[in-house]
């Protein structure tokens, strides 16, 4: 039972334009958000987070957008950088706030942003 | 500031045998969790350390076992290894400071099971 979900393996955007990544769960006592970029051989890198009580978070050039009556959250980054070219994933967790709690995690989309 | 560290960074091991993979979480963090990335995959959660305690625990069979030091670090076991058992481990540590629940993570040890 997949609880959160990325349906797009993989997304291809030009340099300077945007990128948008989407992500759909099906737990609703899920109350807090992540969003991992993970490079070749490495560990994934924390970029951006939304608790449940918000429906939009900015830092720089992300942001993500919590819509909980859909359960659906995307993360867009402007404007997009070759850099930016990594597998991106959503992850969701249940008790913010209180202990700290396991990540359920999607499966990822691989982002290319071409020059 | 350290990030979290891992070792060994690739470990080749044959069906039957143990392994023993090592973490180190980031300073000032007290909480470590365990996931197995399998290829195409995102993580999975195995298990979560805190006070030196297993806290909580994903859907991995007793063969996966834990431990968390005084000093915070933790070490994953593996015993009788499986060739499914090959994938990407990762070590995320995290604050059980209320409101801090994101979790950093560690570069991760590539096991592979022949």
């Known amino acids: 039972d997949q609880q959160v979900k990325q349906n797009s393996p993989s997304l291809s955007v030009q340099e300077g334009r945007i990128s948008i990544l989407n992500c759909d769960y099906t737990?609703?006592?899920?109350?807090?958000f992540l969003w991992y970029k993970k490079y070749p051989a490495e560990g994934p890198t924390f970029l951006i987070s939304?608790?449940?009580?918000?429906d939009k978070n900015e830092d720089g050039r992300f942001t993500v957008f919590l819509n909980k009556s859909a359960k659906h959250l995307s993360l867009h980054i402007v404007p997009s950088q070759p850099g930016d070219s990594a597998v991106y994933f959503c992850?969701?967790?249940?008790?913010?706030?209180?202990?700290?709690?396991?990540?359920?995690f999607g499966t990822g989309t691989l982002l290319a942003v071409q020059p | 500031d350290a990030g979290v560290t891992q070792s060994p960074t690739h470990l080749i091991k044959t069906r039957g045998q143990q392994v023993t993979l090592r973490c180190s979480p980031k300073?000032?963090?007290?909480?470590v969790s365990w996931y197995q990335q399998a290829l195409g995959q995102g993580p999975q959660f195995i298990f979560q350390?805190?006070?030196?305690?297993?806290?909580q625990r994903g859907n991995f069979p007793d063969r996966f076992s834990g431990h968390q030091f005084p000093n915070y670090s933790s070490e994953l076991n593996v015993n009788a290894l499986l060739l499914g058992d090959s994938a990407l481990y990762l070590c995320?540590?995290?604050?059980?400071?209320?409101?801090?629940?994101?979790?950093?993570f560690g570069p991760g040890t590539r096991l592979t099971v022949l």
């Open positions: 992850a969701a967790s249940r008790d913010y706030g209180g202990a700290t709690n396991k990540l359920i």
């Open positions: 939304i608790s449940s009580i918000k």
């Open positions: 737990n609703s006592m899920f109350d807090y």
């Open positions: 350390y805190y006070e030196e305690e297993e806290r």
């Open positions: 300073s000032g963090h007290d909480t």
């Open positions: 995320a540590s995290s604050s059980s400071q209320w409101g801090t629940d994101t979790q950093y």
